[in-house]
Structure formats: structure tokens, C-alpha cells
């Protein structure tokens, strides 16, 4: 495809495992803040350098509470929900992430550390008990951040089954049609205001109960945003997670010596799992929109206030202003500023629970299996279509 001027339909190049669209890169170097077109909403600015990302990223003349109406741009066919904290400016943003902040802490995960390396034992030994080969993600990947998530709010283990069911088409671009997403959204939220009046009944003291007190006894919580707040963690905390879990071990797997790397040094794990979340491709290619209150002038280019603006963290997370040799996947790299997590308000709620999971998963798994392996050839691998994550729909691995 050839670099000019004008809107772009996005996105450009069907999806292909974990590769990274090489077109977004030409951007980057020729016309780093470029228009395209979005399968909804119409039109945004794509941002492609790492700079320019961190000022949408961080800078409040870009909001978030504006994307939330139907001609905004987006990859889903529903909008954006006005009572989700992914969707809310300060104030509002504020006054809800203090609400469940605490939880999240660096301190606080690490104290979920043990928890997190018990259950990823604990499923490795049930998966070591079967015949190989066996579906990493069935046995391990899904389960482990369902079990972790359903211990940090307060959700019944065995209820993994029936929400689990309504996560693909909440996550979905184009496998699902609007009204199966609608039903999907439906659907869950019954089930959340049933957990939430089944909780008000008995109170525990858990991240649920701390909202559910939130709203009944300190009113700092509408109806409407307790339901959508336990929605947005209960999804968010799987889902990001089980997809990254089974794309590292996929990485992993099929670039030489990564795996005796690690095994050989396992006090490289956490710059390990940093250079992987920035490495590897785990969304569609964009954020969701952010739009501008002002008029913006970014990477050389005015946004008028009232556009939307997407980034290609991927790409900012390649730049070579930024990181020495960014197509190569250096377990050791340091320092490593990526921008997967966000900078700003909207830094991600989780990401030291998900950096914890993610080092104790993937520290298992080379650790446990010394012959860990793909069990069919990479390109027998199938690989999720039409969804919010890229991931593999099963990944057969042996040992």
C-alpha cells in the first residue's frame, strides 16, 4: 500500500498472528499523525510515534468522556458505555479509580503474589496429569486470571463458567453483531446485579464489598456505575491477561533460545515479561478514541477540538527514537519506557496485578517443563478473528 495523503480505511491489512502491520511502521517514519476511517464512527487521527503518543496519552486537552456517542470512531459496533471508568474524565474518573485504588497497588498485588503462584501450581499440576498434547489455554492461560480476579473481587469460582460465556462477544469488533453484543451486555449485567444483591445479603470483605458499601452507605457510587465498574474489572481482569499469557507462551515458543534463555536465568522474568508487552501485538492496532477539547498541534499537524484521536501503541512501542533495535525481542532490555499500560489518568488500573500474573505464569511454565513445546507446526496454530484481543483460539503445546 502506498503512503499519500488523505483518509485511510483502518484496518489496513487483515491480521496475521502476531505480526505487526508493516504500513503502520512506513507511517510512522512518513506521516506519523495520519486520517483514517474506522469500521464505526467514521473518521480519527492516527498517532504512530512514541512522543506523540504520550502526549495523547497524558495531556488533558485529550478527554475520554467525549468518545462515549455513536459517530465517535471506534473498531466496535456498540459505543462506549458513559458510566464505565475506561469512559470517564476527571473528576468522575478520579473519584472512582479512588475507589477500589488501594487494591491495586504495587504492594497490594505483591501480597497476591503467593495466591497467584499456588493457583498457577496448582493448574499445572492438573495439566501435567492429562495425556499431551493439551490446550494451553483451556488448562492454563483462561483459568488462571478468572481464579485470580474471582479471588480479588469476591466472585464465586464456580460462577467462571457463565460469565465466561459473555466475554467474547463484550470483546468483539466484527465476530458479532450488534444485537449479540447487546444481548451479551444484557445478559451479564443481570448476572452482576443478582452477585450484587445475592452480596448485599452477606457482606464480605473483599473489593466487591468495598464497592457495593460504596454505593449503599456512602453514595459515592450511582446504581448504574456499581454494575458497570464490577462488569468492567471482572472482564478486563481475565481477559488482557489470558490473551497475553498464551501469545508470550506462543513468542516464546517459536523464536530460538528464548525459552532456555529464561530457564537459564530466572532473574530476568520481569524485564522478560516487560519486553514481551512490548513487543508482542495483543489488540486490534489502536486504543480506543480520546478527543481533543482543543485545538491540539501534534507531530506537526493541528487537531481541531472535537476530533478523535487513536494510537497504534505497537508502533510507539517500536519506535527507534525510543528503543535501541525495536524489531528485535531482547529479554534483558533495559531501560524499557513502553507505553502498554498508558501514562496518565488513564494509566491501567491493573497493571501490577498483571505484571505479577504474567511473571508467575510464564516463570512456571519454562521452569515446570523443560521440554515445553508447540504440539503442531506454528502454522497449524488458529488465531481469534474479529475481536477487541489477537490470541490464539487453542494453542497445543506437550512436554
Known amino acids: 500500500m502506498e503512503v499519500s495523503a488523505g483518509v485511510r480505511s483502518y484496518p489496513f491489512h487483515p491480521p496475521e498472528r502476531l505480526v505487526l502491520d508493516p504500513f503502520l511502521a512506513e507511517l510512522r517514519e512518513r506521516e506519523p499523525v495520519s486520517r483514517i476511517s474506522l469500521p464505526f464512527g467514521g473518521e480519527a487521527w492516527l498517532v504512530t510515534r512514541y512522543e506523540d503518543a504520550r502526549v495523547v496519552l497524558s495531556d488533558a486537552r485529550f478527554g475520554r468522556a467525549a468518545a462515549t456517542g455513536p459517530d465517535v470512531a471506534r473498531m466496535t459496533p456498540e459505543p462506549g458505555g458513559a458510566a464505565s471508568i475506561l469512559f470517564a474524565d476527571p473528576p468522575e474518573h478520579s473519584r472512582l479509580r479512588r475507589l477500589v485504588a488501594q487494591a491495586f497497588t504495587g504492594r497490594s498485588t505483591e501480597r497476591m503474589r503467593s495466591y497467584i503462584a499456588r493457583a498457577a501450581g496448582d493448574l ?35 460462577d467462571r463458567h457463565r460469565f465466561r460465556t459473555w ?68 472482564v478486563a481482569g481475565q481477559e488482557n491477561t489470558a490473551n497475553q499469557i498464551a501469545n508470550f507462551t506462543y513468542t516464546l515458543l517459536t523464536e530460538p533460545g528464548l525459552v532456555d534463555l529464561l530457564r537459564g536465568r530466572p532473574d530476568i522474568i520481569a524485564s522478560a515479561v516487560e519486553e514481551l508487552l512490548r513487543f508482542v501485538v495483543i489488540g486490534t492496532g489502536v486504543t480506543f478514541a480520546r478527543i481533543a477539547l482543543t485545538d491540539v498541534k501534534l507531530g506537526g499537524t493541528v487537531i481541531a477540538a472535537g476530533d478523535a484521536v487513536m494510537i497504534s501503541l505497537a508502533t510507539a512501542n517500536r519506535d527507534p527514537r525510543v528503543f535501541g533495535e525495536p524489531e528485535t525481542l531482547d529479554l534483558t532490555r533495559d531501560p524499557n519506557p513502553h507505553l502498554v499500560f498508558g501514562p496518565g489518568t488513564h494509566h491501567c488500573l491493573g497493571a501490577s496485578l498483571a505484571r505479577v500474573e504474567l511473571q508467575e505464569a510464564i516463570g512456571a511454565l519454562v521452569h515446570r517443563y523443560p521440554a515445553l513445546r508447540l504440539a503442531c507446526a506454528d502454522e497449524e496454530v488458529q488465531w481469534k478473528s474479529g475481536l477487541m484481543v489477537r490470541g490464539p483460539v487453542s494453542l497445543p503445546v506437550t512436554w
Open 124 to 158: 499445572l499440576d492438573a495439566m501435567e496429569q492429562r495425556e499431551p498434547p493439551v490446550d494451553l489455554i483451556e488448562h492454563f492461560a483462561v483459568p488462571l486470571p478468572v481464579k485470580v480476579i474471582c479471588e480479588l473481587l469476591g466472585v464465586p469460582h464456580e
Open 167 to 234: 466475554v467474547e462477544p463484550v470483546m468483539s469488533s466484527t465476530a458479532h453483531s450488534a444485537e449479540e453484543i447487546r444481548d451479551a451486555l444484557d445478559q451479564f449485567a443481570d448476572y452482576l446485579v443478582d452477585l450484587i444483591d445475592e452480596r448485599r445479603a452477606r457482606p464480605c470483605d473483599d473489593l466487591l464489598g468495598t464497592l457495593i458499601h460504596a454505593h449503599d452507605e456512602e453514595g459515592r457510587l450511582t446504581e448504574q456505575e456499581l454494575v458497570t465498574f464490577v462488569g468492567v474489572l471482572l
